[in-house]
Each structure stands twice: as structure tokens, then as C-alpha cells.
């Protein structure tokens, strides 16, 4: 195993990302309302890029007492990331896609040490 510098503890702002080459496996870094997580790059579909994808609220479509839906919401406290090549979802926190845990994003493994976050791979 092998470490790699992502920066030092605090230089990634709350929605901010990385993605660093770890010899040439690349790994995106997010801070997420403060939590730091890592995914491969490599999207559950077909490896597509998903680390540079774009990031959003989770969107909802909430049904009424009468099963009936009328518009669509933002879940303001769940962020998913589009993967730029087919465009498949996946939450941003738990790396899984919205149809369910079959189809997740690989989780990269994080280390602090000395004031510095790693990726280690
Ligand atoms: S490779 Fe990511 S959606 Fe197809």
C-alpha cells in the first residue's frame, strides 16, 4: 500500500473536491458538509469518470395522500454526483446509486496524519 498527499487537514472546503493520481489509479476527494469521503474514479456502469461529474441535491418527486405527484424537490440534505458519461446518480456520502446498493461507487481509504490527508491506495 501506498499514500498519497491529497492536502493538509482543512485546505478542502465544504463542497469542494480533488481528484489526484495515485500512479495512475485516480481517486476524488469531496468534502461533504464537512465529512470527508473518497471514491475511485471509475463509475458502477461502465468506469466512466464519475469523480468530475456534476454535484446536486438529491431531487424527489414526493406522492400526496392521494397518490398523486405534482412536482419534483430538492433533498437538500442528500448530494449525488452525475457521472459525465451516461449520466447514472450516485449519493455523494454513501456512494451508492438511487435504485439501490447493487450498483455503488468504490470507496477509497483516507488517513490523516501530520496535518496532511492522505489517500491510500
Ligand atoms: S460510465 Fe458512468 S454512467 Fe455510464
Known amino acids: 500500500m501506498k499514500s498519497f498527499v491529497v492536502g493538509r487537514v482543512g485546505e478542502l472546503a465544504e463542497g469542494e473536491r ?3 493520481s495515485c500512479d495512475g489509479t485516480e ?3 469531496f468534502n461533504v458538509d464537512g465529512e470527508l469521503v473518497a471514491w475511485y474514479n471509475q463509475c458502477a456502469h461502465r ?3 464519475v469523480c468530475q461529474g456534476r454535484i446536486y ?3 424527489r418527486e414526493p ?6 405527484t ?3 424537490q430538492y433533498d437538500l440534505k442528500r448530494k449525488n454526483i452525475v457521472c ?3 449520466g447514472w446518480e450516485f449519493d455523494l456520502r454513501t ?9 455503488a461507487l468504490r470507496r477509497a481509504r483516507l488517513e490523516i496524519a501530520d496535518g496532511h490527508v492522505y489517500v491510500v491506495v
Not at 406522492?63 to 398523486?68: F, K, S, T, W
Not at 456512494?95 to 450498483?103: A, L, T, V, Y
Open 84 to 86: 459525465p458519461w451516461h
Open 63 to 68: 406522492v400526496d395522500e392521494n397518490g398523486e
Open 27 to 29: 481517486v476524488g476527494v
Open 47 to 49: 468506469g466512466g469518470p
Open 70 to 72: 405534482r412536482t419534483l
Open 18 to 20: 480533488r481528484v489526484i
Open 57 to 59: 441535491h438529491r431531487v
Open 95 to 103: 456512494g451508492h446509486h438511487p435504485g439501490g446498493e447493487r450498483f
